[in-house]
């Protein structure tokens, strides 16, 4: 019943403050306008990452009880993702593009506070021997602080279709919801549903065809805070197996950004250079419409994090 509420109400945050706050964001012209890449015809507000904010961080405070400094770093360090990423929605409203150091070097400072605070990857349990093997401190910080940047990035970089990011991120809140309950993690099950409710609230407004877009404040706030729910959720069980689900989870994002960054590396561009490199649009250029690339995408999605929790059941 706890779960059930605290989705409610993060889902209720959402779904209610949205049509102010897109009010707001038409009245000051914060909105996206279409372009070569952006094919939506008309502009559109980009303030969903506000709303994704609010509806997750009232109900975390609310309901999740746990260590109150570390909740206090977590949402500092979320605050600075959420406002780069209002910074570089503003220039986008302008038809102009952000700096990306600016960005780097926030979004690698949030990752720094994350892991000062002691959401860290530790290391992983010998599956031969049962002995846990902890990592030195150096690699505990590189692994940390590469996996919360590497999660940031793909689900921003995921965002280039009305309801894509939202339901890759949905989909995942889900899928670490349902094994922190395996693996009776109260804290991260609760931070999981929460961020889900937040996330369901937006996607009501961001469905084909959307309403109003996360922008990159809400895309890497998603990214952020589903990789410190990893973080404190199934990579703190540190077996072998639990370590493949936030990996699984994640997996369409991951591996297809992956890809993206090789052709772009490969065709001597930029990796930071904004194409239509990522699945979605390589799809679309195949015939597919809107909500057949979402929906073969979101299918491809829930078929990676099935797999995950049931290498997780059979191993238990």
Known sequence: MQYLIAMIVSLLVSLISMPFIMKLAIKIGFTDKPNKRKKHKAPTPLCGGIVLYLGFFIAYFLFVKDDMKQQIIVFIAATLIVLIGLIDDYYKTKSKEFPIFPRLIVQLLAAILVFNAGIVFRGFTNPFSGEFIELSRTIQFLLT???????TTVINWSDGMDGLAGGISLISALT????????SQESSALVSIILAGAILGFLYYNKYPAKVFMGDSGANLLGFILSITALDGAFKQATVLSIFIPILALAVPIFDNLFVIFKRFSEGKPVYQADRSQIHFRLEEKGF??????????????TFSLISIGILLIKR
């Open 145 to 151: 602080i590469t996996w919360i940047f590497g999660v």
């Open 176 to 183: 670490f919801f349902v094994a922190a309950i395996i693996l």
């Open 289 to 302: 419409s809107t909500k057949q690339v979402v929906t073969y995408i979101m299918l491809l999605s829930l």
